[in-house]
């Protein structure tokens, strides 16, 4: 099971897994053959919906690639130092592309848009990108405003020592969108936070005052 963390098997071998558990659920006491009163598919479906609410070894595999995926947009290990070098090069993560990947940053790119959409950033020193972090609304500023090729910024770039720089916001942002940039409260005191929206994987608490 542990080697599903850094490891995506074939399909095939997922199949081959349920199987074995099936054959272990409904065999005999004395090891022959039972009956196979439903396939391995339907014991992994919710208890609602008349499974054994089972994960299936997809579902734990995309699990783990998201638990990675988390870990490299925190950027707080070693391995994740090593992927942004080799893989996100001062890019976005969330907009990199790369040519003839290796094997995790292809596991990592088919849950990309899947955990981007769910993360959001509590601002603490705001070493946040400005424009593709959820720092603000439910989509990044880039694509709230459909624009493309913007220069990379921080939001601790349009914050001063009296507060939000309002003259350089306008300069970048619609007023409407200035003024709920004002509203958002800050912990400059603290790191800058992810923090999980929606769906049932791990939460991470957003900071307290």
Same mark, same amino acid.
């Given at each position: 099971m542990y080697l599903l963390h850094v490891? %995506?098997?074939?399909?095939?071998?997922?199949q081959r897994l349920g199987r074995i558990c099936n054959a272990f659920l409904w065999g005999k006491a004395d090891g022959s053959k039972g009956i196979h009163w439903t396939s391995w598919d339907r014991v992994c479906f919710p208890t609602p919906e008349r499974g054994l609410g089972v994960r299936s070894f997809g579902d734990l595999s995309a699990a783990f690639a998201c638990k990675l995926w988390w870990q490299l947009r925190r950027n707080r290990s070693r391995w994740a130092e090593f992927m942004h070098v080799k893989y996100i090069k001062g890019g976005h993560p969330s907009m990199v592309q790369v040519s003839r990947p290796m094997g995790i940053w292809r596991r990592l790119a #088919?849950?990309?848009?899947?955990?981007?959409?769910?993360?959001?950033?509590?601002?603490?020193?705001?070493?946040? @990108?400005?424009? %593709?972090?959820?720092?603000?609304?439910?989509?990044?500023?880039? +694509? +709230?405003?459909?624009?493309?090729?913007?220069? %990379?910024m921080l939001v601790a770039e349009f914050f001063g020592e009296?507060?939000?720089?309002?003259?350089?916001? #306008?300069?970048w942002l619609p007023m409407g969108l200035v003024c709920q940039v004002q509203e958002i409260t800050l912990y400059p @005191?603290?790191? @800058?936070?992810?923090?999980?929206?929606?769906? *049932?994987?791990?939460?991470? +608490?957003?900071? *307290?005052g």
């Amino acid at each position: 099971m542990y080697l599903l963390h850094v490891l %995506h098997p074939p399909k095939a071998i997922f199949q081959r897994l349920g199987r074995i558990c099936n054959a272990f659920l409904w065999g005999k006491a004395d090891g022959s053959k039972g009956i196979h009163w439903t396939s391995w598919d339907r014991v992994c479906f919710p208890t609602p919906e008349r499974g054994l609410g089972v994960r299936s070894f997809g579902d734990l595999s995309a699990a783990f690639a998201c638990k990675l995926w988390w870990q490299l947009r925190r950027n707080r290990s070693r391995w994740a130092e090593f992927m942004h070098v080799k893989y996100i090069k001062g890019g976005h993560p969330s907009m990199v592309q790369v040519s003839r990947p290796m094997g995790i940053w292809r596991r990592l790119a #088919q849950v990309r848009d899947f955990m981007e959409t769910r993360i959001r950033w509590c601002l603490g020193k705001r070493f946040v @990108d400005f424009w %593709h972090n959820r720092w603000l609304l439910e989509m990044p500023l880039a +694509e +709230e405003l459909g624009k493309i090729d913007l220069p %990379h910024m921080l939001v601790a770039e349009f914050f001063g020592e009296g507060g939000w720089n309002t003259g350089l916001l #306008q300069v970048w942002l619609p007023m409407g969108l200035v003024c709920q940039v004002q509203e958002i409260t800050l912990y400059p @005191d603290q790191e @800058d936070e992810m923090v999980w929206v929606g769906g *049932s994987a791990p939460k991470k +608490e957003p900071i *307290s005052g």
